[in-house]
């Protein structure tokens, strides 16, 4: 069993209970000193022999009080642990193009010595043709992820921005998938009825390395990932941004397929129905296997999505009882 918490910072909060217990015990030693001096001086008082016994009752009133703290604090972090299962309807596909536009892609090792950036180009543009009623948005990631066409079916627009892809187009140094995905991911409305999914056009060469935990991200939302590899596996020189520096940069086919199996093994373990999976561009019916599932979803279709098991009811409980 898993647990996880959506506001783990709320658990800073269990530090105010070490002063409060040293002022309760402060306090407290004068009124049990009192009590006993009370119950020295006249032994036939009326409770005097319940004043004895004073001390414990303010320890466990002082405990009680502790726990019924840190029940509030354990609700408000929002604890949860197991899953359940939420039928959502959809209808018809949404699907967010990711271009990362990074100076890597510039390597002309792709097919006919096209560069990396130009092949992702003409693949997408032979995918649009082939997407009749799927909406499509634009996401271009290099040291940041910037939404530059929002969901929408008109391909015209698509195709006029494909014609321009450049690292030039952002200033952001350094390349940074995971900020694309989660653009890609800002892009899709939070009341949807379409099944969306990601397409990432890259080489996989990352300087954040947060691509895993950006695919578990979008596993966790429903949204299903493909990473489309472009280049090759053997080093090529290019320039870097600064115009003069040389690097040497390559397809990093392994860990895509390292991160993809990372998302595949989390969305296994909490039994998500989305995927993440890696395609090389090169391979022959490569673009089938990305339009397939979309013939799939255009007539009226039952997803379930899994949702954790939030317990703040239980620790509010917990915290009444002990209070009272």
Not at 72 to 100: M, N
Request: glycine share 6%.
């Amino acid at each position: 069993m898993v647990i996880s918490c959506e506001r783990p910072h709320a658990l800073f909060s269990l530090a105010l209970i070490v002063p409060v217990v040293l002022a309760e015990m402060r306090r407290y030693r004068g009124i049990v000193a009192y009590s006993k001096r009370i119950a020295s001086v006249d032994t036939n008082l009326q409770g005097a022999k319940r004043m004895l016994n004073l001390s414990r009752t303010l320890v466990v009133r002082t405990l009680l009080r502790c726990f019924a703290w840190i029940m509030l604090i354990f609700a408000y972090a929002g604890f949860s642990w197991g899953t359940y299962e939420v039928p959502v309807q959809k209808s018809g596909s949404a699907v967010s193009f990711v271009f990362d536009i990074s100076y890597s892609m510039t390597a002309d090792d792709a097919p006919g010595g096209l560069t990396r950036l130009k092949a992702a180009a003409r693949y997408a543009d032979m995918l649009l043709s082939r997407m009749e009623g799927v909406s499509v948005s634009v996401v271009l990631a290099k040291g940041d992820g910037i939404i530059v066409v929002p969901l929408t079916e008109d391909r015209a627009i698509v195709r006029s921005l494909l014609e321009t892809l450049s690292p030039n187009l952002m200033s952001a140094a350094g390349t940074s998938l995971g900020k694309g995905i989660e653009a890609a991911l800002r892009s899709f409305p939070s009341d949807s009825a379409q099944a969306e999914r990601i397409w990432i056009f890259t080489d996989g060469d990352e300087t954040d390395g947060q691509l895993a935990s950006s695919l578990e991200a979008c596993v966790k939302a429903g949204v299903s990932v493909s990473l489309i590899g472009f280049g090759t596996e053997q080093e090529v020189e290019i320039i870097a941004g600064d115009g003069k520096t040389k690097v040497m940069t390559s397809l990093r086919s392994e860990q895509m397929k390292k991160a993809v199996e990372q998302a595949s093994h989390y969305a296994a373990r909490y039994n998500y129905s989305a995927a993440a999976r890696y395609i090389d561009a090169t391979e022959a019916g490569s673009a089938l296997e990305l339009l397939k599932p979309l013939k799939n979803e255009t007539a009226l279709t039952v997803f379930y999505e899994v949702k954790p098991v939030e317990r703040h009811t239980l620790f509010l409980v917990l915290a009444i009882a002990a209070f009272a």
